[in-house]
Protein backbone atom coordinates (compact mmCIF):
# COMPACT_ATOMS: atom_id res chain seq x y z
CA UNK A 1 0.00 0.00 0.00
CA UNK A 2 1.03 3.62 -0.80
CA UNK A 3 1.40 6.29 1.67
CA UNK A 4 -1.08 8.90 0.64
CA UNK A 5 -1.31 11.31 3.51
CA UNK A 6 -0.17 14.78 2.67
CA UNK A 7 1.92 16.92 5.09
CA UNK A 8 -0.11 19.06 7.51
CA UNK A 9 0.73 23.13 8.77
CA UNK A 10 2.25 23.29 11.97
CA UNK A 11 -1.54 24.48 13.14
CA UNK A 12 -2.81 21.74 11.07
CA UNK A 13 -1.03 19.60 13.83
CA UNK A 14 -2.13 21.03 16.50
CA UNK A 15 -6.12 20.91 15.55
CA UNK A 16 -5.67 17.25 14.66
CA UNK A 17 -4.64 16.66 18.70
CA UNK A 18 -7.14 18.63 19.92
CA UNK A 19 -9.84 16.64 17.50
CA UNK A 20 -8.74 13.80 19.11
CA UNK A 21 -9.16 14.95 22.79
CA UNK A 22 -5.67 16.68 23.72
CA UNK A 23 -6.37 19.90 25.89
CA UNK A 24 -4.03 23.27 24.58
CA UNK A 25 -4.46 25.71 26.97
CA UNK A 26 -1.96 27.55 25.26
CA UNK A 27 -2.11 27.40 21.41
CA UNK A 28 1.10 29.72 20.37
CA UNK A 29 3.21 27.77 23.00
CA UNK A 30 2.20 24.27 21.62
CA UNK A 31 2.65 25.72 18.01
CA UNK A 32 6.35 27.15 18.83
CA UNK A 33 6.66 23.22 20.26
CA UNK A 34 5.22 21.22 17.85
CA UNK A 35 7.24 23.63 15.31
CA UNK A 36 10.86 23.08 16.72
CA UNK A 37 10.43 19.03 17.95
CA UNK A 38 8.65 17.07 15.34
CA UNK A 39 5.31 15.97 15.30
CA UNK A 40 5.83 12.25 15.37
CA UNK A 41 8.85 12.71 17.66
CA UNK A 42 6.53 14.41 20.79
CA UNK A 43 3.92 11.22 19.47
CA UNK A 44 6.06 8.95 21.55
CA UNK A 45 5.35 10.84 24.53
CA UNK A 46 1.80 11.34 23.96
CA UNK A 47 1.15 7.56 22.96
CA UNK A 48 0.56 6.28 26.31
CA UNK A 49 -2.32 8.61 27.31
CA UNK A 50 -4.07 7.09 23.66
CA UNK A 51 -7.49 5.82 24.95
CA UNK A 52 -7.62 4.03 21.73
CA UNK A 53 -5.11 3.65 19.25
CA UNK A 54 -6.82 2.76 16.37
CA UNK A 55 -8.73 6.69 16.21
CA UNK A 56 -5.86 7.86 18.45
CA UNK A 57 -8.26 9.39 21.17
CA UNK A 58 -6.44 10.61 23.85
CA UNK A 59 -7.59 9.55 27.74
CA UNK A 60 -9.72 12.42 28.96
CA UNK A 61 -7.93 14.99 30.59
CA UNK A 62 -4.82 15.06 28.63
CA UNK A 63 -2.88 17.56 28.07
CA UNK A 64 -0.34 19.04 25.95
CA UNK A 65 1.68 20.07 28.83
CA UNK A 66 1.84 16.82 30.26
CA UNK A 67 3.21 15.84 27.04
CA UNK A 68 5.51 18.54 26.67
CA UNK A 69 6.74 17.36 30.79
CA UNK A 70 7.75 14.15 29.97
CA UNK A 71 9.57 15.37 26.83
CA UNK A 72 11.72 17.63 28.70
CA UNK A 73 12.17 14.89 31.15
CA UNK A 74 13.76 12.77 28.99
CA UNK A 75 16.02 15.04 27.61
CA UNK A 76 17.48 15.99 30.73
CA UNK A 77 17.75 12.16 32.00
CA UNK A 78 19.96 11.48 28.25
CA UNK A 79 22.07 14.43 29.70
CA UNK A 80 22.45 12.81 32.73
CA UNK A 81 22.92 9.41 31.64
CA UNK A 82 25.34 10.73 29.40
CA UNK A 83 27.48 12.16 32.28
CA UNK A 84 27.84 9.48 33.59
CA UNK A 85 28.37 7.05 30.71
CA UNK A 86 31.30 9.18 30.29
CA UNK A 87 33.26 8.67 33.55
CA UNK A 88 32.23 5.32 33.06
CA UNK A 89 33.80 4.89 29.43
CA UNK A 90 36.93 6.70 30.30
CA UNK A 91 37.95 4.78 33.32
CA UNK A 92 37.22 1.11 31.25
CA UNK A 93 39.44 2.89 28.37
CA UNK A 94 42.40 3.74 31.08
CA UNK A 95 42.01 -0.14 32.85
CA UNK A 96 41.98 -1.68 28.97
CA UNK A 97 44.77 0.24 27.97
CA UNK A 98 46.79 -0.26 31.31
CA UNK A 99 46.22 -4.20 31.31
CA UNK A 100 46.47 -5.04 28.22
CA UNK A 101 49.79 -2.64 27.23
CA UNK A 102 51.43 -4.48 30.61
CA UNK A 103 50.62 -7.49 30.01
CA UNK A 104 51.38 -7.77 26.20
CA UNK A 105 53.50 -5.20 25.13
CA UNK A 106 52.45 -1.33 24.33
CA UNK A 107 50.78 -3.12 21.11
CA UNK A 108 49.61 -5.95 22.64
CA UNK A 109 46.00 -5.24 21.62
CA UNK A 110 46.88 -5.72 18.12
CA UNK A 111 48.39 -9.21 18.53
CA UNK A 112 46.19 -11.52 16.19
CA UNK A 113 46.29 -15.32 17.58
CA UNK A 114 44.34 -18.19 18.78
CA UNK A 115 46.03 -18.12 22.10
CA UNK A 116 45.21 -14.32 22.66
CA UNK A 117 41.80 -14.00 20.20
CA UNK A 118 38.81 -15.91 20.30
CA UNK A 119 38.03 -14.49 16.75
CA UNK A 120 40.97 -13.89 14.37
CA UNK A 121 38.60 -12.42 11.38
CA UNK A 122 36.66 -10.40 14.29
CA UNK A 123 40.27 -8.49 14.97
CA UNK A 124 40.86 -7.70 11.86
CA UNK A 125 37.80 -5.35 11.13
CA UNK A 126 38.14 -3.97 14.28
CA UNK A 127 41.16 -3.15 13.69
CA UNK A 128 40.31 -1.76 10.25
CA UNK A 129 37.93 0.16 11.96
CA UNK A 130 40.58 1.94 13.90
CA UNK A 131 42.84 2.33 11.00
CA UNK A 132 39.75 4.63 9.98
CA UNK A 133 39.44 6.47 12.64
CA UNK A 134 42.87 7.29 13.18
CA UNK A 135 43.03 8.23 9.91
CA UNK A 136 39.92 10.78 10.43
CA UNK A 137 41.28 12.03 13.65
CA UNK A 138 42.26 15.98 13.85
CA UNK A 139 43.78 14.80 17.44
CA UNK A 140 46.99 16.60 18.28
CA UNK A 141 48.39 13.67 19.94
CA UNK A 142 47.40 11.25 17.00
CA UNK A 143 49.07 13.96 14.28
CA UNK A 144 52.41 13.95 17.30
CA UNK A 145 52.38 10.28 16.65
CA UNK A 146 52.34 10.46 13.04
CA UNK A 147 55.27 12.83 12.56
CA UNK A 148 57.47 10.80 15.30
CA UNK A 149 57.00 7.31 15.08
CA UNK A 150 56.61 4.71 12.16
CA UNK A 151 53.94 2.57 13.30
CA UNK A 152 50.72 2.66 11.96
CA UNK A 153 49.12 2.34 14.97
CA UNK A 154 49.88 4.04 18.72
CA UNK A 155 50.22 2.45 21.52
CA UNK A 156 47.18 1.13 23.61
CA UNK A 157 47.33 4.17 25.91
CA UNK A 158 46.73 6.61 22.73
CA UNK A 159 44.47 4.09 20.78
CA UNK A 160 41.84 4.28 23.44
CA UNK A 161 41.69 7.90 23.29
CA UNK A 162 39.74 7.96 19.89
CA UNK A 163 38.35 4.25 20.07
CA UNK A 164 34.22 4.41 20.48
CA UNK A 165 32.71 2.32 23.24
CA UNK A 166 31.59 0.01 21.05
CA UNK A 167 34.89 -0.77 19.44
CA UNK A 168 36.93 -1.60 23.07
CA UNK A 169 34.37 -3.00 24.31
CA UNK A 170 34.65 -5.68 20.98
CA UNK A 171 38.15 -5.32 21.53
CA UNK A 172 37.86 -6.40 25.43
CA UNK A 173 35.12 -8.91 24.45
CA UNK A 174 37.51 -10.63 21.88
CA UNK A 175 40.38 -11.22 24.32
CA UNK A 176 40.83 -14.90 25.15
CA UNK A 177 43.59 -13.82 27.57
CA UNK A 178 40.71 -14.52 30.59
CA UNK A 179 43.70 -13.66 32.79
CA UNK A 180 43.67 -9.37 31.54
CA UNK A 181 40.05 -9.97 31.32
CA UNK A 182 39.43 -10.76 34.54
CA UNK A 183 41.73 -8.08 36.05
CA UNK A 184 39.62 -5.22 34.15
CA UNK A 185 36.24 -7.06 35.89
CA UNK A 186 37.85 -7.14 39.34
CA UNK A 187 38.15 -2.92 39.23
CA UNK A 188 34.84 -2.62 38.76
CA UNK A 189 33.85 -5.89 41.40
CA UNK A 190 32.21 -7.48 38.04
CA UNK A 191 32.59 -11.33 36.68
CA UNK A 192 34.41 -11.02 33.77
CA UNK A 193 31.38 -12.27 31.65
CA UNK A 194 29.01 -10.23 32.91
CA UNK A 195 31.42 -7.17 31.66
CA UNK A 196 31.85 -8.10 28.49
CA UNK A 197 27.40 -8.26 27.91
CA UNK A 198 27.71 -5.34 30.20
CA UNK A 199 29.02 -3.12 27.96
CA UNK A 200 27.32 -4.21 24.88
CA UNK A 201 24.30 -3.42 26.65
CA UNK A 202 25.68 0.09 27.73
CA UNK A 203 26.86 0.98 24.08
CA UNK A 204 23.26 0.72 23.21
CA UNK A 205 22.43 2.97 25.63
CA UNK A 206 25.03 5.45 24.99
CA UNK A 207 24.02 5.79 21.57
CA UNK A 208 19.97 5.81 22.35
CA UNK A 209 21.48 9.05 24.39
CA UNK A 210 24.15 10.61 21.69
CA UNK A 211 21.20 9.86 18.77
CA UNK A 212 18.57 12.22 20.93
CA UNK A 213 16.63 8.81 20.97
CA UNK A 214 13.59 8.37 23.82
CA UNK A 215 14.55 6.52 26.59
CA UNK A 216 10.88 7.47 29.33
CA UNK A 217 8.97 4.18 28.92
CA UNK A 218 10.87 2.80 25.70
CA UNK A 219 11.72 -0.82 25.63
CA UNK A 220 15.01 -0.95 25.49
CA UNK A 221 14.99 -3.86 22.34
CA UNK A 222 19.11 -4.78 23.97
CA UNK A 223 18.28 -6.66 27.10
CA UNK A 224 20.73 -5.59 30.12
CA UNK A 225 22.15 -9.08 31.39
CA UNK A 226 21.87 -9.61 35.22
CA UNK A 227 25.06 -10.19 37.59
CA UNK A 228 24.93 -12.80 39.53
CA UNK A 229 27.15 -13.37 41.96
CA UNK A 230 29.05 -9.90 42.05
CA UNK A 231 29.53 -7.86 43.49
CA UNK A 232 27.60 -9.40 46.48
CA UNK A 233 24.04 -7.77 47.24
CA UNK A 234 23.64 -5.71 44.03
CA UNK A 235 21.07 -7.97 42.32
CA UNK A 236 18.68 -7.50 45.78
CA UNK A 237 18.42 -3.39 43.99
CA UNK A 238 17.44 -5.38 40.58
CA UNK A 239 13.98 -4.90 40.08
CA UNK A 240 11.88 -8.31 37.69
CA UNK A 241 8.21 -7.54 37.28
CA UNK A 242 7.80 -10.07 34.29
CA UNK A 243 3.92 -8.38 34.03
CA UNK A 244 5.68 -5.03 33.29
CA UNK A 245 8.56 -6.49 31.66
CA UNK A 246 11.09 -4.59 33.50
CA UNK A 247 13.95 -6.62 32.11
CA UNK A 248 13.48 -4.20 28.92
CA UNK A 249 13.28 -0.91 30.80
CA UNK A 250 15.82 1.85 31.93
CA UNK A 251 15.75 0.90 35.95
CA UNK A 252 18.29 -2.04 36.25
CA UNK A 253 20.48 -0.14 33.71
CA UNK A 254 20.71 3.04 36.36
CA UNK A 255 21.49 0.32 39.31
CA UNK A 256 24.40 -1.11 37.18
CA UNK A 257 25.28 3.05 36.36
CA UNK A 258 25.12 3.76 40.07
CA UNK A 259 27.50 0.84 41.33
CA UNK A 260 30.09 1.87 38.54
CA UNK A 261 29.61 5.33 39.77
CA UNK A 262 30.31 4.82 43.35
CA UNK A 263 33.97 3.11 41.95
CA UNK A 264 34.74 5.68 39.51
CA UNK A 265 33.58 8.72 40.67
CA UNK A 266 32.43 7.61 44.72
CA UNK A 267 32.13 11.50 45.62
CA UNK A 268 29.70 11.89 42.97
CA UNK A 269 25.99 13.39 43.80
CA UNK A 270 24.91 11.64 40.31
CA UNK A 271 21.59 9.47 41.97
CA UNK A 272 20.51 12.58 44.00
CA UNK A 273 20.36 14.57 40.75
CA UNK A 274 18.69 11.50 39.23
CA UNK A 275 16.04 11.18 42.28
CA UNK A 276 15.82 15.05 41.41
CA UNK A 277 15.06 14.98 37.92
CA UNK A 278 12.62 12.73 38.29
CA UNK A 279 10.45 14.57 41.57
CA UNK A 280 10.74 18.16 39.45
CA UNK A 281 9.14 16.82 36.31
CA UNK A 282 6.40 14.72 38.24
CA UNK A 283 7.32 11.66 37.14
CA UNK A 284 5.73 8.14 36.90
CA UNK A 285 9.12 6.27 37.34
CA UNK A 286 7.65 2.87 37.31
CA UNK A 287 6.42 3.87 33.62
CA UNK A 288 10.59 3.03 33.23
CA UNK A 289 11.02 0.03 35.02
CA UNK A 290 11.44 1.53 38.56
CA UNK A 291 10.25 -0.55 41.56
CA UNK A 292 7.59 1.46 43.54
CA UNK A 293 10.42 1.63 46.74
CA UNK A 294 13.48 2.27 44.65
CA UNK A 295 14.58 5.15 46.92
CA UNK A 296 14.35 2.54 49.80
CA UNK A 297 16.32 -0.17 48.06
CA UNK A 298 20.25 -0.86 49.41
CA UNK A 299 22.20 1.21 46.14
CA UNK A 300 19.97 4.10 46.24
CA UNK A 301 19.09 4.88 50.23
CA UNK A 302 22.87 5.03 50.78
CA UNK A 303 23.66 7.37 47.66
CA UNK A 304 20.51 9.68 48.54
CA UNK A 305 21.89 9.67 51.98
CA UNK A 306 25.01 11.67 51.04
CA UNK A 307 25.86 15.22 52.55
Known amino acids: MDFGKPAKTFEEQLDLLIERGMIVEDRTRAIHYLSHLNYYRLAAYWLPYEADRAPHKFVAGTTFEQVLTHYLFDREFRLHLLDAIERIEISFRTQWAYHISHQYGPHGYLVNNKSLRKNERRLLGDIEELRTQIVRSDETYIAHFRKKYDEDFPPAWVSCEIMSLGLISRFYSNLRAYGVRRKIAATYNFDEEFLEGFLEHLTYVRNACAHHSRLWNRHLSKKMPLPKGKPAGLRDNIYIDDANKTEHKIYNTL ?53
Open 255 to 307: VLIQHLMTVTCPESHWAIKLAELIDQHGINAQRMGFPPNWKDLPIWSAALAKP
